[in-house]
T-cell receptor, first 112, second 110 residues
Framework: GDSVTQMEGPVTLSEEAFLTINCTYT??????LFWYVQYPGEGLQLLLK?????DKGSNKGFEATYRKETTSFHLEKGSVQVSDSAVYFC???????????FGTGTRLTIIP | NAGVTQTPKFQVLKTGQSMTLQCAQD?????MSWYRQDPGMGLRLIHY???????DQGEVPNGYNVSRSTTEDFPLRLLSAAPSQTSVYFC?????????FGQGTRLTVV
């Protein structure tokens, strides 16, 4: 079945540091890939998505590129802020359906 | 601008009690789902629905029941609560592969 493996946390960075959170997946066909963010005490929000190979999703300074050859969708941001502290989830949905399969989540803490 | 609304936000149950977690959405989405979130395990799918009158099991359905009588509502029933059901529960509705989540219900079973 489908699965998502993402970088274990927690991750602690200083403000303005470069961020990478690794995500790889296993799926049949052509899944869509997502990054969701969960701020403290809240539900998940869609951060960005990509629906086909080589697509780049971007939002709020975050980027991730759909790499089919390496089955990866790594999340990056050039300069993190304290307000980026949250839990980040990589997820996929299989071709033609809405069901989401999530990774275990990576807790990110940014210190000033 | 409500989106997905879950109630209650917090609940403590005794082992063996039953309860219903409520979920309502105002976006007219056909697809709705329930997840549980446990430390180190991400979100796991409990049940989902592709439209009114249609439900199906997800990854971890045991001990939970759902029904979907309207497009808007998708309640999750715990039939006889167990400590293993202590978790945070999220309801979501989806359209075109974009999921919108409620704020969650933190359930503790003692």
């Amino acid at each position: 079945g489908d699965s998502v493996t993402q970088m274990e946390g927690p991750v602690t960075l200083s403000e303005e540091a470069f961020l990478t959170i690794n995500c790889t997946y296993t799926a049949t066909g052509y899944p869509s890939l997502f990054w969701y963010v969960q701020y403290p005490g809240e539900g998940l929000q869609l951060l960005l998505k990509a629906t086909k190979a080589d697509d780049k999703g971007s939002n709020k300074g975050f980027e991730a590129t759909y790499r089919k050859e390496t089955t990866s969708f790594h999340l990056e941001k050039g300069s993190v802020q304290v307000s980026d502290s949250a839990v980040y989830f990589c997820a996929l949905s299989g071709f033609g359906n809405e069901k989401l399969t999530f990774g275990t989540g990576t807790r990110l803490t940014i210190i000033p | 601008n409500a989106g997905v609304t879950q109630t209650p936000k917090f609940q403590v149950l005794k082992t063996g009690q039953s309860m219903t977690l409520q979920c309502a959405q105002d976006m007219n989405h056909e697809y709705m789902s329930w997840y549980r979130q446990d430390p180190g395990m991400g979100l796991r799918l409990i049940h989902y629905s592709v439209g009114a009158g249609i439900t199906d099991q997800g990854e971890v359905p045991n001990g939970y029941n759902v029904s979907r009588s309207t497009t808007e509502d998708f309640p999750l029933r715990l039939l006889s609560a167990a400590p293993s059901q202590t978790s945070v529960y999220f309801c979501a509705s989806s359209h075109a592969r974009e999921a919108f989540f409620g704020q969650g219900t933190r359930l503790t079973v003692v």
